[in-house]
């Protein structure tokens, strides 16, 4: 069976497989993914066996004798033989394990999973599967072909080739793989875990399933292949017929050819649960559409023809780029309307052009990152820091609307993602806290504009990371909840920038994280729903006289991942969130009662979507998540109840930031738009 053409077959799956492997985990998101680094280095090894033991069979179906000639050759082979498959196995192996330690609540066991660690871990795997193989470079030998020793080393050999290298690495395979399922159906309502510690990116889920569906197929090939070679082993000293023979030989063969196709399927199986799991999504082209209604008074003698046009001037923004600056050519939607009035006498023509405002690209971040703050200068600039893009970042960029241009500024000293910033009444910007690559942060730092140049400011009493913060009346800044590393907080904390001190106030009643806060037109500070075992629908009131946290009124729906924007009229809207399901609807809290009521609906769910309050007293939300990425937008009307659709980004995405700039454009920037797809570019809204 390993002889004639399937060998050659074999070697051109096996490598086509391998190549396959290294094109998609040397991509920039994937090799910085301590999983897919895993699985890279475990790539290079299948290539190894594949090359090595197929050229070298392939040598001996051609007549090369040099095996059984050369004592050297027949070890050095044996052990490369026996090494290179049994490496590859486990660091697929690790490769599991890694994605069952993601699913981990704990950030202690998380902090497992870093890049850096994977670095130490593969050499060590490897080291040590080159040390348990190394005894076929002394126990095997001419037999008088090349083989292992007769006697007790070959009964090791079987039992250490079937347990060491089939039957342990891919029962542990399948168990971690088991056990990763679980955890992740369990942790589907931990969203704010998923969220800052990668667990629910698309790549994620198609690493856990293609490592899964390899430990499946691994399984299945290498229980037939050790049920051969078991069968082999307890017929050998038997006397057989040559029926029996010629089956025994062909089992031997068979495990041969089971053993090359495990080391040769998995690109092709990652490529298929990568089909499985990739969200389709579909484009709709405006079209043009012309009304023409006529209307006829005969009492009067006048008749009246009005017609309305609508038509599409663009129907994709486009962004010319030079190697100086970005332009931005808008796009619009026009709908002209034309009246016309005929008497006996007298003939008059009006025309009314009314301009629908587009969504239109600006400048490219020079980084892309998701997890960012965007903080609006005093002079009107806008300023991203840090994130998150397969790392934590601690580079920071200076958004210039007169130009349209970002430009790098000075960075931070510590990388960090899931953090706050506020912009403190000496200008300068606060940066609170945070995640630098799964530990939490409790540091922090001012960012002076004019200078151009960070200074570290007093550190907060606690680790906390995905927290809020709201600037006070009197300019002091208020953190609270958050994730600390070994759980969540209901702690707060006050930061003074005169003194530029931390100091604790009272807890809040609740443990949360992935909640949502707003600032009353009372001064005080509402916070509501999140996440503590199970999403929350409870909410608090912070009072900065007494500095005191104190319950109201709960909404209805529990939700987490939602947006609270406190309106003109001094009610606050919280609008979607998750709660096991992707939330549309909408509420409304009243301070002078403590009482929620509900309000429209959206006409899309999401989560992970941001608000921005517009001078009309309206609220613009943009896209989000709801098991596909979103780009529609949609308009509040408080007076109405009602949300209204008004247009699609160009780019759907969540964990975006959202900034309303002085010339009264908001700007959004980054985020990310599925597959690990993060996002540098920004766009641009006229806010109506």
């Known amino acids: 069976m390993t002889q004639g053409a399937l060998p050659f077959i074999l070697l051109f799956i096996g490598t086509s497989n391998s190549v396959g492997n290294l094109i998609t985990f040397t991509s920039k998101q994937l090799r910085s993914n301590s999983c897919g680094f895993y699985i890279l280095c475990m790539t290079i090894f299948e290539l190894l066996t594949i090359s090595f033991g197929l050229i070298s069979r392939i040598a001996d179906q051609y007549g090369s004798t040099l095996v059984n000639q050369s004592r050297m050759y027949c070890k050095i082979r044996s052990y490369f033989v026996l090494c290179f498959p049994t490496t590859a196995t486990y660091l697929l192996l690790m490769a599991a394990i890694d994605r069952y330690i993601s699913t981990f609540v704990s950030v202690r066991c998380r902090a497992f999973i870093q890049l850096k660690v994977a670095h130490r871990m593969a050499p060590l795997v490897i080291i040590l599967c080159m040390v348990i193989c190394s005894h076929t470079l002394i126990f095997v030998d001419h037999q008088p072909t090349c083989g292992p020793q007769l006697g007790s080393y070959g009964l090791f050999y079987s039992v250490f080739l079937i347990v060491i290298g089939g039957v342990l690495p891919n029962f542990l395979l399948v168990l971690f793989g088991f056990w990763t399922i679980r955890n992740v159906k369990a942790s589907r309502r931990r969203v704010v875990a998923l969220q800052y510690l990668q667990h629910k990116q698309k790549r994620d889920a198609q690493l856990v399933l293609m490592i899964f569906a390899q430990a499946i197929v691994s399984f299945l090939l290498n229980s037939t292949r050790m049920s051969c070679y078991s069968y082999h082993l307890l017929t050998t000293n038997r006397p057989n017929s040559s029926f029996q023979q010629t089956v025994d030989n062909f089992l031997v063969q068979f495990s041969i050819v089971l053993a090359y196709t495990n080391y040769s399927e998995s690109f092709y199986i990652n490529t298929l649960m990568k089909s499985t799991t990739t ?299 998750f709660n096991g399901s992707y939330l549309k609807s909408a509420e409304l809290y009243d301070p002078s009662t403590g009482n929620w009521t509900t309000t429209g609906s959206m006409n899309f769910a999401r989560r992970c979507h941001t608000a921005s309050l517009l001078a009309d007293g309206k609220v613009l939300v943009t896209g989000g998540y709801n098991g596909v990425y979103i780009s529609n937008t949609e308009l509040y009307d408080p007076s109405t109840e009602i949300w209204t659709s008004i247009g699609n980004m160009n780019i759907a995405r969540e964990h975006h930031t959202a900034s309303i700039l002085t010339n009264g454009i908001l700007l959004i920037a980054g985020g990310e738009e599925g597959n690990d797809m993060y996002l540098n570019n920004a766009e641009l809204f006229p806010l109506p």
């Open 279 to 577: 969200s389709k999504s579909t484009t709709t082209a405006p079209i043009a559409t012309s009304t023409t209604t006529t209307s006829t008074t005969t009492s009067s003698g006048t008749t009246s023809v009005s017609i309305t046009t609508l038509r599409t001037t663009s129907t994709a923004s486009s962004v010319t780029t030079t190697s100086a600056a970005p332009t931005s050519t808008t796009s619009s939607v026009i709908t002209e309307s034309t009246t016309t009035s005929k008497t006996a006498t007298t003939s008059t023509s009006t025309s009314a052009i009314t301009v629908i405002p587009q969504w239109t690209m600006t400048g490219k971040m020079n980084v892309a990152r998701k997890f960012h703050t965007a903080s609006i200068l005093t002079n009107g600039k806008v300023l991203v820091i840090g994130g998150y893009n397969g790392i934590s970042l601690n580079n920071t960029e200076l958004y210039d609307p007169s130009t349209g241009i970002w430009k790098t500024t000075a960075s931070m000293s510590t990388e960090r993602q899931e953090h706050t910033a506020s912009v403190v009444i000496n200008e300068n910007v606060l940066v609170a806290g945070g995640i630098k690559g799964g530990l939490f942060l409790n540091t922090a730092a001012l960012y002076n504009p004019s200078a151009d140049s960070w200074t570290v400011t007093g550190n907060m009493h606690g680790l906390r990371g995905a927290h809020t913060a709201t600037i006070l009346r009197d300019g002091k800044v208020l953190i609270n909840g958050g994730d600390s590393g070994d759980g969540f907080l209901n702690t707060a904390e006050l930061y003074d920038p005169s003194t530029e001190i931390w100091m604790p106030v009272g807890d809040m009643n609740y443990k949360r994280v992935d909640h949502a806060t707003s600032l009353l037109t009372d001064g005080k500070v509402l916070v509501a729903g999140g996440l503590y075992h199970i999403p929350l629908n409870s909410a608090e009131l912070y009072d900065p006289s007494i500095g005191i946290w104190t319950t109201t009124g709960s909404m209805s729906d529990t939700r987490q991942c939602s947006t609270l924007s406190t309106l003109i009229n001094g009610k606050v809207l919280v609008a979607g969130g």
